[in-house]
């Protein structure tokens, strides 16, 4: 189910309106006019989908969303336990900010195996990462995390959080952090980043985006990281290159 401008006069709401034993869903607002009031609506149509085992809910390009519609949103999704697989993408929307991640409790999501959270260019800073990383020892299960925060505020301190909090999921066999443009990162981050590898040693799939950050000195100890031990895949992006095994 996507809502996009193709749909013509339905709402978001109107367009979740249908099964309420389905356990998928997929809605997207793409380049549409939408309000924070519809979101809320929107919230309360989910809130009907219990059963719901797989979310994929996206928010491209909506200049009028704000936090006020995206909490509503998210913190509804937090309360359906049934679900093993959620993929929560938010992109340029300047609108949002850490109040939206702070409206995610993860402590009833305890059946997440995979968790995609994207907060491309918004406005979510480390305050609200450290918050994620967090929320994350609710989660025992987690065993594929993909985090995109590309072009934000992020720094090295939230990056450590987020390291610090990967370190203790047990069952984590694939991580992708993606963090182009994020001017305040330094090779500080990439000796997290190592650590995180020592100790997490489920890791098989990893995939690290460090284009136009200021890591420098740390891409070459990533790049080497490839060799620490037998990866199915490791993929390191950098400005120039892409390495892999």
Same mark, same amino acid.
């Given at each position: *189910?996507?809502?996009?401008?193709?749909?013509?006069?339905?709402?978001?709401?109107?367009?979740?309106?249908?099964?309420?034993?389905?356990?998928?869903?997929?809605?997207?607002?793409?380049?549409?006019?939408?309000?924070?009031?519809? #979101?809320?609506?929107?919230?309360?149509?989910?809130?009907?989908?219990?059963?719901?085992?797989?979310?994929?809910?996206?928010?491209?390009?909506?200049?009028?969303?704000?936090?006020?519609?995206?909490?509503?949103?998210?913190?509804?999704?937090?309360?359906?336990?049934? #679900?093993?697989?959620?993929?929560?993408?938010?992109?340029?929307?300047?609108?949002?900010?850490?109040?939206?991640?702070?409206?995610?409790?993860?402590?009833?999501?305890?059946?997440?195996?995979?968790?995609?959270?994207?907060?491309?260019?918004?406005?979510?800073?480390?305050?609200?990462?450290?918050?994620?990383?967090?929320?994350?020892?609710?989660?025992?299960?987690?065993?594929?995390?993909?985090?995109?925060?590309?072009?934000?505020?992020?720094?090295?301190?939230?990056?450590?959080?987020?390291?610090?909090?990967?370190?203790?999921?047990?069952?984590?066999?694939?991580?992708?952090?993606? *963090?182009?443009?994020?001017?305040?990162?330094?090779?500080?981050?990439?000796?997290?980043?190592?650590?995180?590898?020592?100790?997490?040693?489920?890791?098989?799939?990893?995939?690290?985006?460090?284009?136009?950050?200021? *890591?420098?000195?740390?891409?070459?100890?990533?790049?080497?990281?490839?060799? *620490?031990?037998?990866?199915?895949?490791?993929?390191?992006?950098?400005?120039?290159?892409?390495?892999?095994?």
């Amino acid at each position: *189910m996507r809502y996009l401008e193709s749909d013509p006069g339905k709402t978001g709401a109107e367009a979740l309106r249908v099964n309420p034993n389905l356990t998928r869903l997929s809605f997207e607002l793409d380049k549409v006019f939408a309000s924070d009031e519809e #979101l809320h609506e929107v919230s309360e149509s989910l809130s009907l989908l219990t059963r719901l085992t797989i979310i994929s809910f996206k928010i491209y390009r909506v200049a009028s969303v704000t936090d006020k519609g995206c909490k509503s949103t998210i913190s509804t999704i937090g309360k359906l336990p049934a #679900l093993s697989n959620l993929r929560f993408i938010v992109e340029k929307c300047r609108g949002l900010t850490d109040q939206t991640l702070y409206s995610l409790d993860c402590s009833n999501l305890t059946s997440i195996t995979k968790l995609t959270l994207t907060f491309k260019q918004t406005g979510v800073s480390d305050n609200g990462l450290g918050f994620l990383a967090h929320n994350l020892n609710h989660l025992p299960l987690l065993s594929s995390f993909n985090l995109n925060v590309s072009r934000t505020s992020i720094s090295d301190i939230g990056v450590l959080q987020l390291t610090e909090a990967l370190s203790n999921r047990p069952h984590l066999s694939t991580l992708s952090l993606y *963090m182009e443009g994020c001017r305040s990162i330094t090779s500080v981050s990439a000796r997290y980043i190592l650590v995180l590898l020592r100790i997490r040693t489920t890791l098989v799939d990893v995939i690290f985006d460090v284009k136009r950050t200021q *890591m420098r000195l740390g891409i070459k100890s990533l790049q080497q990281a490839q060799f *620490m031990r037998k990866f199915d895949r490791f993929i390191l992006l950098t400005r120039r290159n892409r390495s892999h095994t």
